[in-house]
């Protein structure tokens, strides 16, 4: 290895995008140089924030999107520059937010001292093998190589899971909503698979591109859809997060009791329910960590459905104009478990140019008679698949077959320790190879909105600009 420091930071979506710049930002000791990979066209987007045909709206109030936690409102000032009537609660759009994240790391970039050098490389990362000597080598698939004496992995969101019996639905059957434009056709009807935010955000793409001329189906074990973001200020749930701590410690039964004891006490105190969500969410990665293992699964079993949706919520006018698609039965939300997919061929002569149609057999919650529907297209909308052992992506497999990162037994994403740093199959944790990014909720749950994962960007930056040695025993010790 060089003097020359070298970090290598894989993914440059929301996540790796602020690690960079806190890097950029960073007092360091010896010459660094940041290495920002990202394989898409444009850095800082990532799924969430990249430019897409319809203009889709953050889920969250600008005064809670900024980058910096030093200055709440950094967002809203630079949306106010394109925007200039934004308020601090408005829903802004999510492409502005990506641009919002480049224009953060570009002004990283300059302030960086002089020993600090930035590289931005595009490329598509498929291995990363340990270096002989020290740290590891980061392989691109078209042949590059980069030696790292840190890297980061910032991969975002794996895709989700296939729906059982779609694989002989050909171009009737869109598997990730994110991967690619849907183009939805007027007159067609559709039938989403899962009732969350990435089913409100197509039902509302496809409504609008088709002028309302479409029949959507949602369907969902619960058919729960999320409700409003509401506005309400944190002040009346008040309790020690002591005793919900120690709620946690003994079964998930004793932790639910305390929280709606809490959520009981805040209304009565006249404050909204929903501030112990809030209170809960913040200090959901001690909760889960205190949780002995048979009681996350049955915490993930019984709850999980209920704290989804009140924790992601719509932005109010999201949820307007599905309330309005409903009323129309434009947007028709089905509890009920999917049985079977058939293709259907027309009989008509022209059936070379007739599309098939999908014959969707399912059995609505609590009955026992099966129903058929007809519909045009199936997507999946069901959120990822945290399961990483089913990865089909060549460097989480490289990963795995080398011990480097493995699952957690919950299938919530991957294994990691302090500073999101990988825990290899012999149980210990890499000096040098870092993961930030939703699947740290394998071991702290709450780790999918921006506010908490600029928090964990953050740290790791912070420990990694930390004089090497020296903080790395403390962490260790
Ligand atoms: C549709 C959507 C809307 C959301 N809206 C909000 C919101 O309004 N408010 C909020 O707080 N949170 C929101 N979130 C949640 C959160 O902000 C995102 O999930 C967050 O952007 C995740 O950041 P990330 O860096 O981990 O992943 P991403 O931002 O997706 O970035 C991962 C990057 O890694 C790259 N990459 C992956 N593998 C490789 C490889 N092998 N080689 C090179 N590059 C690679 C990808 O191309 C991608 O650019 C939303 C999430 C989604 C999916």
């Known amino acids: 290895m060089s003097a020359q420091r070298t970090i290598v930071i894989v993914g440059a979506g929301f996540s ?10 960073a007092q360091h000791w010896s010459a660094t140089q940041i290495v920002l990979i ?25 005064s809670r999107m900024s980058a910096d936690p030093n200055s709440p409102l950094d967002f809203l000032n630079f949306a106010q520059h394109r925007i200039p009537d934004a308020t601090a609660e408005d829903f802004l759009p ?16 300059v302030s960086a001292a002089t020993h600090v050098e930035f590289k931005r490389v595009k490329g598509d990362v498929c291995g990363i093998e340990p270096a002989e000597q020290a740290g590891y080598r980061v392989v691109l698939a078209d042949g590059r190589q980069f030696d790292a004496d840190d ?8 895709g989700p899971a296939d729906l059982p019996g779609t694989d002989k639905l050909g171009d009737q059957y869109i598997s990730n909503p994110w991967a690619g434009p849907q183009n939805f056709t007027a007159g067609e009807t559709v039938l989403l698979v899962g009732t969350g935010l990435t089913m409100a955000d197509v039902a509302m793409a496809a409504s609008a591109e088709t002028k309302d001329e479409i029949t959507i189906h949602a369907m969902s074990r619960h ?37 709606r004891e809490l959520a009981d006490d805040t209304e009565r105190r006249g ?132 011990g480097l990162a493995v699952a957690d037994p919950l299938s919530l994403g991957i294994r990691t320790g302090a500073y999101g740093a990988l825990i290899n199959a012999q149980c210990q944790a890499a000096r040098n190879l870092f993961y930030v990014g939703p699947m740290l909720r394998a071991d702290h749950w709450e780790a999918t909105a921006a506010q908490e994962l600029r928090g964990y960007a953050e740290r790791l930056a ?3 600009s930390a004089p090497v040695g020296r903080m790395r025993a403390v962490a260790s010790a």
């Open 16 to 25: 790796g995008t602020l690690v960079a710049a806190s890097l950029l930002k």
């Open 151 to 158: 890297v980061v992995l910032a991969l975002g969101n794996p």
């Open 462 to 464: 912070g420990y990694l």
């Open 271 to 402: 404050g909204d329910w929903r501030e112990t969500i809030t209170f809960i969410r913040n200090i959901a990665p001690q909760l889960w960590q205190r949780l002995p293992a048979r009681e996350k699964r049955r915490l993930l079993r019984h709850v999980r459905p209920y704290w989804d949706i009140h924790r992601h919520r719509l932005p109010s006018q999201t949820l307007a104009r599905m309330n309005h698609l409903r009323r129309h039965q434009k947007l028709n939300v089905h509890a009920g478990r999917l049985l079977e997919f058939e293709l259907v061929h027309s009989a008509k002569a022209d059936v070379n140019v007739a599309r098939p149609k999908v014959r969707v057999t399912w059995r609505p919650r609590g009955g026992d008679q099966p129903q058929t529907m007809l519909v045009d297209r199936v997507v999946n909308c069901t959120g990822p698949d945290y399961n990483i052992r089913r990865s089909g992506g060549p460097l989480m497999r490289s990963l795995m077959s080398q």
């Open 38 to 62: 990202e394989r898409a066209a444009k850095i800082a987007r990532g799924t969430a924030y990249a430019e897409r045909s319809y203009p889709y709206l953050l889920n969250v109030p600008a």
């Open 94 to 109: 999510r492409e502005l937010y990506g641009q919002y994240l480049e224009a953060t790391l570009l002004d990283a970039e």
């Open 223 to 259: 058919g729960l859809i999320p409700p409003s973001q509401t506005q309400f200020s944190q002040n009346t749930c008040k309790v020690d997060s002591g005793s919900i701590l120690r709620a946690a410690s003994f079964s998930a039964l004793t932790l639910l009791r305390s929280v």
